[in-house]
């Protein structure tokens, strides 16, 4: 006996009718096949348009998508998570959505909370690579996998590795109508008493109309009562970018051959009862599509399905079809093998006979209401699916998700984007991009960097060399005239500014105070006390909170060295109270923030105020920065429990649209960093947790599931777009994976134990 279905409420998401196009014909017809087959559920549409204005869409639509608009995507996302929906079935084709080879879908998929099944129209075998991109993360966000093709199949497991166990192969939808002879239909259309052929859908050039009308002198010329019907309007996107010009084209060739009163051509988008009489009025369908990946066709499925004997060309979805003498292939644009095989099947009434009975057999399996209770079955399986994720997820929530092993510490590509001068700032690729020069903001990030690896077992000799650079590099880079640092500097060793900025500046004294307290040279400690001295007043003019911010965590290494500094603890006492009075000026209920706008770098700011309200024994200091940091993080998390930092292509004004990308590594560097801090503050392990999931946002745990940390070259890609990582790797990104790398591996081997202890709690719980 079957189980009660748990599913009431089912949204399609796709093309809809009256939007002419092959997905919107799907899209409504898998509805109304469920809805049918199911009356207990609720099915509702949520249409993408591509035009400008509005289609009239039936009452069964509930929401509409702008094809181009990426908030509207976001918007569709939150009135489907709201709808109480159990499941969302995506129709997906990659010319139906906006962005890069239809990119904005997945804004829309990572915002669900609603389990999706994605049926796939089209599966490439030679994808560009955003085409690639697009589809490894329809994959990763989907909970089944429709195909209509054993070939879909195939390919969606060699080329983009989808997992064998997400797809189900479903047959493509097809009417239930009875297998009658065509001349039941042909006086209908005024075709009495002649031969008929047949093609239909929207027109466009791949369609390869053309050479059927270059074939029909020959079979007119033995069967002069021969009519080729071609049945469709223009396509619309056809119909905006060239007009009709290959529908007048073709009656041209029509014209040309001599056989325009053998063509019939009837522009128009026709509904569902006429096609199925004009499909009935057949004696032959003809498909003579021009290339192989075409995954699936409508057209053929539904003529097949009517018990026509079909001629195609060996597109993928034909090729499966009309094996076992279900149909006739024949080459691509052969216009004599089409006409060869048409004049036989003419002759031949029997034959044509048997081999439109072998179709119409299978098409039994095919007709709407089994494929709907095909989808259903994945609807149900997707939901189950959902609901275990969603345990897992709760238990990740609580008890955080498995970590990633830590990778090895691999500085080869540091040592690559290095050379005596210092570390240059941007890669194409992995390869130093020399027209950028160097910078003083990474060279104190890689000074850092030196200065906690060379307290690692594993770290390198290599290391204290590297450390006198970067060090060397920021007394350069220090005017002592303006007490101020340069920042930019060209590959030819003349400096491009007159000034850095004020977290330039900041940034310099935090790795001064890092080198003074963990630098792995003395060389380096030397020139660090000394600059440190030099530089840190100016900071008390400074306006920009990060630059204090940084200060105050250089500040706070440097007085674990030197404790009794006067000038540094009243620069510390100065820096703090402005960071906590625009805290209080701002903070609030729902917006625990030191400022209006989260930007850049933003967990800096609570992390100054944690190591510095903890090592002055000031508490109200100290719970300032800790409600901060978690407002952060729970900001920063998204529903699957991922990091999902705010992005730099707009960043997040309070009460204002967030961005989510693109995504910086260094907003998960300072997220490792901040986090670690409240945790050697409070030894509660919920923050060692919330390091743990920052880091392995650099692993593959973030909202596109891709690795942007290379172990081969040791680098980091430059970022996360909405739709691909940046694949150069340049210095902020590679020190940011680095420092965290680092970061983690002291705190672990501070406490030997809690590695193991925080694994074995996410296999156990």
């Known amino acids: 006996m079957k189980t009660k279905s748990s599913i009431r409420k089912i949204a399609f998401l796709g093309d809809y009718l009256p939007r002419k196009c092959g997905i919107a014909t799907f899209t409504s017809d898998l509805l109304e096949a469920v809805a049918a087959r199911h009356p207990e559920c609720q099915c509702f549409a949520t249409p993408v348009n591509d035009i400008e204005g509005y289609y009239r869409y039936p009452e069964v639509v509930?929401?509409?998508?702008?094809?181009?608009d990426l908030d509207s995507y976001r918007r569709a996302a939150d009135f489907l998570n709201s709808s109480d929906s159990d499941v969302v079935s995506v129709q997906h084709e990659f010319g139906i959505f906006g962005g890069p080879a239809g990119s904005h879908l997945l804004t829309l998929l990572r915002e669900l909370t609603v389990p999706v099944v994605t049926t796939l129209h089209t599966v490439l075998l030679t994808p560009n690579a955003d085409q690639f991109r697009v589809m490894q993360q329809l994959i990763a966000h989907s909970a089944r996998l429709v195909v209509m093709t054993e070939r879909g199949r195939t390919i969606l497991q060699e080329v983009y590795r989808a997992p064998a166990a997400k797809i189900d192969l479903i047959p493509h939808g097809i009417p239930d109508v009875p297998f009658v002879a065509p001349d039941v239909y042909k006086d209908k259309f005024g075709v009495g008493g002649k031969k008929v052929l047949l093609t239909f859908g929207l027109l466009s050039p791949n369609k390869g109309i053309e050479h059927v009308l270059n074939a029909l002198p020959s079979i007119a010329a033995e069967f002069p009562e021969v009519v080729y019907i071609v049945l469709g309007a223009t396509h619309p996107n056809e119909l905006r970018t060239r007009g009709e010009s290959y529908r007048l084209g073709l009656e041209a060739i029509a014209r040309?051959?001599?056989?325009?009163?053998?063509?019939?051509?009837?522009?128009?988008?026709?509904?569902?009862?006429?096609?199925?009489?004009?499909?009935?009025?057949?004696?032959?369908?003809?498909?003579?599509?021009?290339?192989?990946?075409?995954?699936?066709?409508?057209?053929?499925?539904?003529?097949?399905?009517?018990?026509?004997?079909?001629?195609?060309?060996?597109?993928?979805?034909?090729?499966?079809?009309?094996?076992?003498?279900?149909?006739?292939?024949?080459?691509?644009?052969?216009?004599?093998?089409?006409?060869?095989?048409?004049?036989?099947?003419?002759?031949?009434?029997?034959?044509?006979?048997?081999?439109?009975?072998?179709?119409?057999?299978?098409g039994?399996?095919?007709?709407?209401?089994?494929?709907?209770?095909?989808?259903?079955?994945?609807?149900?399986?997707a939901r189950r699916q959902k609901a275990a994720e969603s345990r897992e997820s709760a238990a990740a929530a609580q008890f955080g998700h498995r970590p990633h092993e830590s990778p090895e510490?691999?500085?080869?590509?540091?040592?690559?984007?290095?050379?005596?001068?210092?570390?240059?700032?941007?890669?194409?690729?992995?390869?130093?991009?020399?027209?950028?020069?160097?910078?003083?903001?990474?060279?104190?990030?890689a000074l850092v960097l030196a200065s906690l690896a060379g307290q690692?077992?594993?770290?390198?000799?290599?290391?204290?060399?590297?450390?006198?650079?970067?060090?060397?590099?920021?007394?350069?880079?220090?005017?002592?005239?303006?007490?101020r640092f340069h920042n930019f500097l060209g590959v030819d060793r003349q400096w491009l500014d007159i000034q850095g900025s004020e977290d330039c500046h900041g940034r310099a004294i935090w790795a001064l105070g890092a080198a003074m307290e963990r630098s792995p040279h003395w060389s380096s400690r030397i020139m660090a006390k000394r600059l440190f001295a030099q530089a840190l007043p100016a900071v008390v003019d400074f306006t920009s909170p990060r630059a204090w911010a940084f200060s105050l965590i250089g500040i706070h290494e440097y007085l674990r060295h030197l404790k009794g500094d006067c000038p540094a603890s009243d620069v510390r006492e100065d820096l703090t109270e402005k960071l906590v009075t625009i805290f209080d000026k701002v903070a609030e209920p729902g917006?625990?923030?030191?400022?209006?706008?989260?930007?850049?770098?933003?967990?800096?700011?609570?992390?100054a105020l944690i190591v510095s309200g903890r090592a002055t024994g000031q508490s109200a200091v100290f719970e300032r920065g800790m409600r901060a940091l978690r407002w952060l993080v729970g900001v920063q998390t998204s529903r699957q429990g991922r990091l999902r930092p705010i992005g730099s292509n707009g960043f997040y004004r309070r009460n204002g649209p967030r961005a989510d990308f693109d995504q910086q590594p260094i907003e998960a560097?300072?997220?490792?960093?901040?986090?670690?801090?409240?945790?050697?503050?409070?030894?509660?392990?919920?923050?060692?947790?919330?390091?743990?999931?920052?880091?392995?946002?650099?692993?593959?745990?973030?909202?596109?599931?891709?690795?942007?940390y290379c172990p081969q070259t040791g680098g980091c890609s430059d970022g996360l777009h909405i739709d691909r990582s940046n694949e150069n790797q340049g210095a902020e990104s590679t020190l940011a994976f680095l420092l965290s790398l680092a970061e983690l591996k002291l705190v672990q081997s501070a406490a030997p134990g809690i590695r193991r202890d925080r694994l074995t709690a996410s296999i156990t719980q």
Not at 591 to 607: C, I, Q
């Open 591 to 607: 917006w625990v923030w030191f400022e209006e706008g989260l930007t850049y770098d933003n967990a800096k700011l609570p992390h």
């Open 456 to 483: 690692l077992e594993e770290a390198p000799k290599r290391i204290r060399s590297l450390a006198t650079t970067y060090a060397a590099f920021l007394d350069y880079a220090f005017n002592p005239k303006t007490a």
């Open 409 to 445: 510490l691999n500085l080869n590509h540091l040592y690559h984007m290095t050379d005596s001068t210092g570390m240059f700032q941007h890669a194409n690729l992995t390869e130093p991009n020399l027209a950028e020069g160097y910078c003083t903001d990474d060279n104190a990030r």
């Open 256 to 362: 040309n051959n001599g056989v325009e009163d053998n063509v019939i051509f009837h522009n128009r988008f026709v509904d569902l009862n006429e096609l199925t009489e004009f499909i009935g009025a057949a004696d032959l369908y003809v498909t003579p599509y021009l290339g192989e990946a075409q995954s699936t066709s409508g057209t053929l499925a539904y003529a097949f399905g009517a018990g026509k004997a079909v001629i195609s060309t060996p597109y993928w979805h034909a090729t499966e079809l009309l094996r076992d003498w279900r149909g006739v292939l024949v080459p691509f644009a052969d216009p004599k093998a089409i006409a060869h095989e048409v004049r036989g099947l003419l002759r031949d009434g029997a034959r044509r006979s048997a081999m439109g009975a072998n179709a119409y057999k299978l």
């Open 62 to 68: 509930r929401f509409e998508i702008e094809e181009q």
């Open 669 to 708: 560097q300072s997220t490792v960093s901040a986090c670690l801090a409240a945790f050697q503050a409070t030894s509660d392990l919920w923050w060692y947790d919330q390091a743990q999931r920052a880091f392995d946002w650099f692993l593959g745990w973030n909202d596109l599931s891709q690795e942007l």
């Open 364 to 381: 039994r399996k095919m007709i709407w209401s089994n494929t709907a209770g095909l989808y259903f079955d994945s609807f149900e399986l």
